[in-house]
């Protein structure tokens, strides 16, 4: 082979690399690109559904009044909260600086020893295979183009749809859970007091089901899984908190 043809031999097998590469970079956008703000607006609303509602059943069952039960879901509301948006910032932000000493680190590598970086790079374009000489050539295109962020990508494995963000992971859980956690307490209001706890589990564990369903269809998984699982965890924790309300309300 000519060194002619040696040049659009390579040439056609880096457009090749690239198309896939963002082929399956689309691809990924369709599941993976919601995984932040999916996981905090799941844990968010499906705590707020699951802790309110159970605490709305365990204080109804003690036999308290119902301004005293609508003023326990209130507090539990914005308590949980707040709650989850101080655990999100601080859980995500440890990610994040892990991140951000991760890319330091990767800085200072790339400064003080380009040429190890790139056989670095080249071996890994290698272990998911390609032929060494064309990962040599994948590695010094991407590199000249800008080195820092194909080693951030395909070294440390970290990408623009999946970097930590604490404030909005902060923010999105707060609110979820305050979406979630409106909902047990938009019942009783309306709902007889006889029926205040069978009425409150009842919509709750529809909303949960729902919600469920929805996080699994959204993530590309079985609908039916996600539902039955979130729904069995909220059944659990509003009948050990209505026992333990009846329990302790009846010594009271």
């Known amino acids: 082979m000519d060194d002619s043809s040696r040049s659009r031999h390579i040439a056609d097998s880096l457009s090749r690399v690239y198309h896939v590469r963002m082929f399956i970079k689309h691809q990924e956008r369709h599941r993976t690109h919601h995984i932040g703000w999916l996981r905090a607006a799941v844990l968010g609303a499906n705590d707020g559904i699951v802790s309110t509602a159970s605490l709305v059943v365990g204080v109804a069952a003690s036999g308290a009044s119902l301004k005293e039960i609508l003023v326990a879901g209130i507090a539990g509301l914005v308590a949980g909260a707040m709650s989850m948006a101080a655990g999100e910032y601080v859980s ?3 990610q994040s600086d892990t991140e951000r000493a991760d890319i330091e ?3 200072q590598e790339l400064a003080a020893d380009i040429e190890h970086e790139r056989r670095e790079l080249a071996s890994i374009y290698a ?7 064309l990962a040599r050539q994948v590695a010094e295109q ?3 183009k800008n080195a820092l962020e194909a080693h951030v990508r395909d070294e440390l494995g970290i990408s623009e749809t999946a970097a930590a963000k604490p404030i909005q992971a902060a923010f999105t859980s707060a609110f979820t859970f305050s979406v979630g956690a409106a909902l047990p307490l938009a019942v009783i209001p309306v709902a007889p007091t006889a029926y205040l706890i069978p009425l409150v589990c009842l919509t709750s564990l529809t909303f949960l089901a729902f919600l469920g369903g929805l996080a ?6 079985s609908i039916m899984k996600g539902a039955s699982r979130v729904t069995f ?3 659990l924790a ?5 026992g333990a309300g009846a329990l302790f309300g009846g010594h009271s």
Request: aromatic share 4%; hydrophobic share 45%; no cysteine.
């Open 105 to 107: 680190r990767e800085k």
């Open 216 to 221: 699994a269809h959204t993530g590309g998984a």
């Open 92 to 94: 995500v932000s440890s």
């Open 238 to 242: 509003m009948a050990l908190t209505a």
């Open 127 to 133: 272990g998911r295979g390609l032929e060494p000489e």
């Open 142 to 144: 991407l590199m000249a």
């Open 233 to 235: 965890w909220g059944m």
